[in-house]
């Protein structure tokens, strides 16, 4: 393991399990390295920098080469005040652009009409799973593009908070929805985003069958210790990460957001979910 890997696997998991055996190399430091970022600064983005994004993306593997997957990109200020406010994050008018990775049947749709041919796969949950998955798989292809780049990216998951609201702001046609945003931009030197502790991989390793780590339970409190000092570190007003998850779960529409109208947008989009 090089020292920058050390240093980057110190920070990823601030404990003292010392990894002698992590396989180095600049792909696996830029992935090691990754840390959301919601401060961007005036720089544009990089001449091309779609074009190159979108093609790593497309390079993601996709469910049976089927491509359910579309990107919006948004630059137009005014939309992008609109999508601030669904999201109820300010930053997301800041950045230069945000990407929306959708779900879409549409195109498949299309050539089945042409065909006279009937999708009734379709009407299983299975292909929202689909369309999601390979959005997911391809924006994050993306955003481990754009940081090699030298940019910066945060995921938002915020554009749900109303998803109706998104659908009709970007004016998705039936078979489409929002998987989520992805706000993009140069990071603000002046408010640099720190790496964010992970789990122990003792608590997400398993071998052969599910089998929880006898100490689990006081792996996650010594975790609960870690975040919380780092989020004191970072002025982030979080005591410890199952407080954090604990309350995240428990109102689904927590501020008044509409997440709990998320499965019935998604049907009245086309995809009824049996
Ligand atoms: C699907 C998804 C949705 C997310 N949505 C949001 C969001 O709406 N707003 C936000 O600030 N961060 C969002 N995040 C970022 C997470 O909060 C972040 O990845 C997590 O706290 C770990 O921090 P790190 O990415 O800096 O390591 C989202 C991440 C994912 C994967």
Redesign the pocket.
């Known amino acids: 393991m090089t020292t920058p890997t050390k240093t980057l696997w110190q920070e990823r998991y601030r404990d003292d399990h010392q990894q002698e055996r992590l396989i180095s190399n600049p792909v696996i430091e830029q992935i090691l390295a ?3 970022v ?1 401060a961007y600064s005036d720089q544009p983005l990089p001449e091309g920098w779609l074009e190159t994004l979108l093609a790593t993306a497309q390079s993601a593997a996709t469910s049976s080469n089927l491509q359910v997957w579309s990107l919006l990109v948004v630059e137009d200020p005014a939309r992008k005040e609109r999508l601030s406010k669904i ?1 109820r ?1 300010a930053h997301v008018a800041r950045a230069p652009a945000i990407l929306v990775w959708l779900a879409d049947f549409s195109r498949i749709q299309q050539q089945a009409t042409k065909r006279g041919a009937e999708l009734p796969a379709l009407d299983y949950f299975d292909s929202a799973l689909i369309g999601s998955v390979d959005a997911a798989l391809a924006a994050q292809n993306a955003a481990l593009a754009a940081e090699s780049l030298g940019l910066g990216t ?5 554009l749900r908070n109303d998803l109706q609201a998104t659908v009709d702001e970007l004016q998705l046609p039936p078979l489409v929805f929002p998987v ?1 945003g992805m706000a993009i931009g140069y990071p603000d030197p002046d408010k640099p ?1 720190a ?2 502790p992970r789990l122990p991989q003792a608590v997400i390793l398993h071998r052969e069958t599910y089998q929880p780590h006898p100490q689990q339970d006081e792996l996650i409190s010594a975790f609960d210790q870690r975040l919380g000092e780092f989020y004191q570190e970072q002025k982030i007003n979080v005591s410890d990460w199952s407080g954090h998850v604990i309350e995240r779960l428990q109102d689904i529409d927590a501020g008044g957001t509409a997440r709990s109208q998320i499965g019935p947008v998604i049907r009245r989009q086309g995809y009824p979910m049996r």
């Not at 945060?154 to 915020?158: A, D, P």
């Open positions: 990754h840390r959301s919601r999201a994050q945060v995921y938002l998951g915020s989520f985003a790496i964010k």
